[in-house]
């Protein structure tokens, strides 16, 4: 952990750095780490931070703290050992920062699909199953796929991403989807009451 001292010593070159903002910025990174490691080599090791930030997380930290890039530079280089193996709640005067400067980067931790299609999700769902962050959020095949391109000797998928076992997919269970989940992946609308779903392909 930093102590003061060395924190003091090492944040002297940024002229006019408040406690409030340091608390602002320890929150506000805490809460997109997600999103900095899904710019990070997939060879990386999630359990040490970044040396980097990415540009929209640096760009955001700048206009929500109003810092320059290199106080952010800073700060991170400072803070991120701290930062990365604790985890800070986002206070309320917090989800307004999101709102002003996060969402044009889009960056909003406040609110995640329930629901997820992707092609290949059953090696998906094996990667991330031990993930924290999915476990509110429902991996499915999408329909075309899971009928003609996954076999059904493969028990994970058929046990964990055949999109008939989530009955909030269907409206009112009778077969009929909210979603064509084989359309491209793009915003659609949707009936009210479906679930908040995000389509994703490669092909």
Same mark, same amino acid.
């Not at 964990?160 to 269970?173: H, K, S, Y």
């Not at 359309?183 to 009210?192: A, G, H, L, N």
């Given at each position: ?36 490691? %899904? $710019? !990070?080599?997939?060879?990386? =090791? ?10 929209? +997380?640096?760009? /955001? ?62 090696? %998906? $769902? !094996?990667?991330?199953?031990? =993930? ?10 999408? +329909?075309?796929? /899971? ?57």
């Amino acid at each position: 952990m930093v102590e003061l001292v060395c924190l003091g010593q090492a944040l002297s070159n940024i002229h006019g750095l408040s406690l409030e903002t340091i608390l602002t910025f320890v929150t506000l990174v805490s809460a997109v780490k997600e999103d900095m490691i %899904l $710019a !990070q080599p997939a060879t990386y =090791d999630v359990s040490t931070p970044p040396d980097f930030m990415p540009p929209s +997380v640096s760009l /955001f930290l700048g206009s929500a703290c109003s810092l320059t890039q290199d106080s952010v530079r800073i700060c991170w280089s400072t803070l991120k050992h701290d930062i990365w193996k604790d985890i800070f709640t986002l206070q309320h005067n917090t989800h307004s920062l999101f709102e002003q400067f996060g969402y044009p980067h889009g960056l909003n931790p406040l609110t995640r699909p329930s629901h997820i299609f992707y092609d290949n999700n059953c090696h %998906l $769902a !094996q990667h991330v199953k031990d =993930d924290p962050f999915f476990n509110d959020i429902s991996l499915s095949v999408d +329909v075309f796929h /899971f009928n003609c391109k996954h076999s059904k000797n493969d028990l994970f998928c058929q046990e964990n991403c055949n999109p008939m076992a989530f009955p909030e997919l269907t409206v009112d269970g009778d077969g009929k989807w909210y979603f064509n989940s084989s359309e491209p992946p793009y915003i659609r609308e949707v009936e009210e009451g479906a679930p908040e779903a995000v389509a994703v392909g490669v092909h």
